[in-house]
């Protein structure tokens, strides 16, 4: 029976992991910054990582997210709140691949030990000539209205 569970949860990872499409990009955290003390366990906190885009060189996106602490948050088992903001800027030349999808996942990070995660999605909106980021609170069964937006404008970089 344990068996049986085993295998349906890896099938079910695994479609998640190829819906997604893509290897998203890793983060570097920049810092957190404490929100509520907790006597007991880690402290509740809002963290702001950093990450560049894998396909699309010359943009950094930084995304916050809320951090559940206390015990269950010490212990890896907490929940965090789907409460999160996106900035993406041009840092550098934009080099567009030669065929760039309409849409990409390009970050994500799980926010429950099981089947949340916030994710960020580059889409490209052709006809503007622009990137647009958009993080969503994504759940397996369930999902989440909670989103954050960014976008930006492919022109040129240190141009005269």
Known sequence: MIA?????????????????GGTPATADEVACVT?????LGANHQVCVDSFVDPK????????????????KGSLGVAQDPSRFSLACRQTGPIA?????????TVFSADTSILFK???????WDEA???LIYLAISRKL???APANSISTVPVMPWGSP
Do not use: F, M, Y
């Open 4 to 20: 049986a569970s085993t295998t349906r949860l890896a099938r079910v990872l695994l479609c998640a992991a190829l819906i997604g």
């Open 35 to 39: 929100t509520e003390w907790k006597l």
């Open 56 to 71: 699309v060189s010359g943009v950094t996106c930084h995304v916050s997210q809320a951090r559940t602490g206390g015990i």
């Open 96 to 104: 567009l691949p030669a065929k760039l999808p309409k849409e990409a």
């Open 117 to 123: 995660e916030t994710r960020v999605v580059r889409l």
């Open 128 to 130: 503007h000539n622009t």
């Open 141 to 143: 069964i369930d999902g």
